[in-house]
């Protein structure tokens, strides 16, 4: 049983550029949560999707935008990068409704020059 | 608002006993425990329901005192295995996103 998977595991970029990182959630799950991750920090809440909809948004600028597919995976965009959003890039999918623990991917580590 | 955790690091010798602590200002509906290990990612160990429902495994326990909203990860006889970051994630509604407190690093010695 696959669990959380992320691509690409590292990505550098220069400021001002967009990203875009991807997310397969556990096999059985509907709800994909990212999550931003500074160095030494506890995971930030960014956004949660659900039945493909934005279901819940953290204290992030409207830079930081998603999508989720019919089949439950999920995409993280950031635009106009910024030095300050190198960070590791959470992805965790669980089951809504279901007081469902988060299952975490490995995380996309994010470099911006 | 973001949860309290202490000891902010602890430094144990294998075998020995360690007690990590998560507070909260606002009213907690659950508490998350998650362990991450350097370069990985964080792995769930717990949830505390409000009413007191919990779940867990192993010599890893944990209590949720709803008077203090307060939540207290016991590790016992610890493991080389249990060193890591321990990050508590707390949830104010059913069904809301988590809040992740900024994580006890411990480290257990041979």
């Known amino acids: 049983d696959a669990g959380v998977t992320q691509s690409p595991t590292h990505l550098i970029k220069t400021r001002g550029q967009q990203v875009t990182l991807r997310c397969s959630p556990k096999?059985?799950?509907?709800?994909v949560s990212w999550y931003q991750q500074a160095l030494g920090q506890g995971p930030q809440f960014i956004f949660q999707?659900?039945?493909?909809?934005?279901?819940q948004r953290g204290n992030f600028p409207d830079r930081f935008s998603g999508h989720q597919f019919p089949n439950y995976s999920s995409e993280l965009n950031v635009n106009a990068l910024l030095l300050g959003d190198s960070a590791l890039y959470l992805c965790?999918?669980?089951?809504?409704?279901?007081?469902?623990?988060?299952?975490f991917g490995n995380g996309t580590r994010l470099t911006v020059t | 608002q973001q949860p309290v955790q202490s000891p902010q690091a602890v430094i144990l010798r294998e075998g020995e006993d360690a007690v990590i602590n998560c507070s909260s200002s606002?009213?907690?509906?659950?508490v998350h425990w998650y362990r991450q290990k350097h370069g990985e990612a964080p792995v769930f160990l717990m949830i505390?329901?409000?009413?007191?429902e919990q779940k867990g495994h192993d010599k890893i326990s944990a209590s949720f005192n709803e008077k203090k909203q307060q939540s207290s990860l016991y590790l016992t006889a610890s493991q080389l295995s249990y060193s890591g970051t321990y990050f508590c994630?707390?949830?104010?509604?059913?069904?809301?996103?988590?809040?992740f407190g900024p994580g006890t690093r411990l480290s257990v010695l041979p």
């Open positions: 505390l329901l409000k009413g007191g």
């Open positions: 999707y659900y039945e493909e909809e934005e279901r």
């Open positions: 994630g707390t949830e104010y509604n059913y069904g809301q996103n988590f809040v």
């Open positions: 096999s059985g799950h509907d709800t």
């Open positions: 965790a999918s669980s089951q809504l409704n279901f007081d469902s623990p988060l299952h």
């Open positions: 606002k009213a907690l509906y659950s």
